[in-house]
Every structure is written in C-alpha cells, then in structure tokens.
C-alpha cells in the first residue's frame, strides 16, 4: 500500500501561507492524493484532492509534483481556525483510504 | 445539505458484549466507508459499500462485520468486544465509487470498551 510521511508539526504566523509537505514515493498511477484536518477528535474534514495536475478550491491549493511521489497543500492565508491536524492520505481508485498517518499539527499564531 | 451523520456519537460497552454503529450518507451517496481510528494505529480501513454490495474489506477480524441498506444508510457490527476495540469509528460517504469523487467523513461515533 502507498505509504505518506508529514513532518509532526509544523508553525506558521497568521496571515502568512502555510505549506504542508507530504511524501507519497510508492503512490500507483491510478491512486488520488486527499488532504483532511481533524480538530479535536472530530471527523476529518474534507479540504482537497488530486491525482496529477495541480487544484485549488476555497480553502487551499494542491501541488502534485510530476512523478507524483510528492505534493505539498498551501492554505494561502493561515488563520488562528486553521490551527489542526492536516492529513495526507492515499485513496485507492476504488475510493476507500490505503494510508491515513499521523498527521502534521499545524499551529498558526497571532 | 446535511452531512454525513453517525449515531450514536459516543458508546460505553464491556467486553464480551456487541455493539452496532449507525452511518447515514450524505443524501444521493450510495458508496460508504467504514474506518478505526486509534492514536496507535492511526486510521485503518474497515468495509467499502456500494448498492448494498461490500465491495472491499480490510484487514479486521471477523468480529467486525458490516452491511448497506437500500436507502444506502449503513450499519457495523462488531461482537465479542475487546479493550483494544476502543476506538473512534469513522464512515466516510461519495456519490459514486471511485477516489475522484470527494470522499467526506462523518463525526465519527466514539466506542470505549471497559
């Protein structure tokens, strides 16, 4: 199965863009990249996926790089809110997640 | 549109005893998965159901058994309970099959085994 590494935990000042690094090197050509926060114990909540090309949407922009064994998640203008956990995780082309790590913790301060 | 809602959201059982998890998707999905998650093991995969079929099943034992209705609402069982089933119990919902369709998670039901 595709293994994803996120460093622990990672800061970024408010207002700043953050940038969360994940590692996917074993992904197969036909498996999708998704992005999750949790806060709190609550259900991960959905914030962008891809499978080559790059994406953006309301709350953050997906970089893919060519070979795909690698992508980074750009929140554009952090937000004391956007302090959580951020999960990389690999889905199957049948839809179900193949690896759900731990997580970057993000922190964003004032 | 409502999102997806799991009940009941917190369960307090003891071993030995059986336990059944509620999953409604959201409305329209007709694909839901079921996962465990545990601060030791992160999130593991559980069942796939498309159309009332499970579809994929992951690495769990048995005891953990699941099933989808018409209406596509979704339920797991698990029997014989044991302490390292504590765990948060998460379903996630998608229109269709397939991972280019948005996946999203439920709230996630709670289950601490005494």
């Known amino acids: 199965d595709a293994k994803t590494t996120q460093p622990p935990s990672m800061d970024c000042a408010e207002g700043r863009a953050a940038n969360l690094p994940c590692n996917h090197s074993?992904?197969?050509?036909?498996?999708?990249v998704y992005w999750y926060r949790q806060i709190h114990s609550q259900g991960p909540q959905y914030i962008i996926h891809?499978?080559?090309n790059n994406e953006t949407n309301e709350m953050a922009s997906l970089i893919i790089t060519e070979d795909r064994k690698s992508s980074t998640l750009i929140l554009p203008h952090a937000t004391l809110r956007d302090t959580a956990v951020y999960y990389c995780i690999v889905f199957s082309n049948s839809g179900y997640a193949l690896n759900f790590g731990k997580g970057t913790s993000l922190l964003v301060t004032p | 549109k409502a999102g997806v809602t799991q009940t009941p959201r917190y369960l307090i059982k003891t071993r030995g005893q059986q336990v059944t998890l509620s999953c409604s998707p959201i409305?329209?999905?007709?694909?839901v998965s079921w996962y465990q998650q545990t601060p030791g093991q992160g999130l593991q995969f559980l069942f796939e159901?498309?159309?009332?079929?499970?579809?994929n099943k992951g690495n769990f034992p048995g005891r953990f058994s699941g099933r989808q209705f018409s209406n596509s609402r979704s339920e797991m069982n698990v029997s014989t309970l044991e302490l390292g089933d504590s765990a948060l119990y998460l379903c996630a919902s998608s229109l269709v099959v397939g991972a280019e369709n948005e996946q999203f998670f439920g709230p996630g039901t709670r289950l601490t085994v005494l």
């Open positions: 074993t992904i197969s050509g036909n498996e999708y």
């Open positions: 891809g499978l080559k």
């Open positions: 409305s329209g999905h007709r694909s």
């Open positions: 159901y498309f159309s009332e079929t499970q579809r």
